[in-house]
């Protein structure tokens, strides 16, 4: 069974840094593409960021591109998401997410972590 346990988020002001961080188990880390979606109340998950199972492959969404990085340590089992430049709108509910099976980019089946609380203020 996959577990997802994430650490990081809070409050922060507009402009200002934070640092999420995902430890897996459960699977194969080193093989799978892992990702961040988040949810606003109302509007639904939105893909954040994906990273493929080496780390030489990642994706931004465009709200978030230049700002935001994806990383992997694959030696802890850990995803990262470094969140720069934050802004009233990167406002969600934050939640780290392992592809369906080793080597797809495919979210389908929502193994996801606990979510984290991410509030930008103005």
């Known amino acids: 069974q996959v577990h997802l346990i994430q650490s990081g988020g809070g409050l922060v002001q507009t402009g200002g840094s934070l640092r999420l961080s995902c430890a897996a188990s459960g699977l194969t880390f080193s093989t799978y593409y892992m990702g961040w979606f988040r949810q606003v109340p109302e509007k639904g998950h939105e893909v954040v960021a994906k990273?493929?199972?080496?780390?030489?492959?990642?994706y931004y969404s465009d709200s978030v591109k230049g700002r935001f990085t994806i990383s992997r340590d694959n030696t802890k089992n850990t995803v990262y998401l470094q969140m720069d430049s934050l802004k009233p709108e990167d406002t969600a509910v934050y939640y780290c997410?392992?592809?369906?099976?080793?080597?797809?980019?495919?979210?389908?089946?929502?193994?996801w972590g606990q979510g984290t609380q991410v509030t930008v203020s103005s």
């Open positions: 997410a392992a592809g369906d099976s080793a080597y797809r980019d495919s979210f389908h089946d929502r193994r």
């Open positions: 990273i493929n199972w080496t780390g030489a492959w990642k």
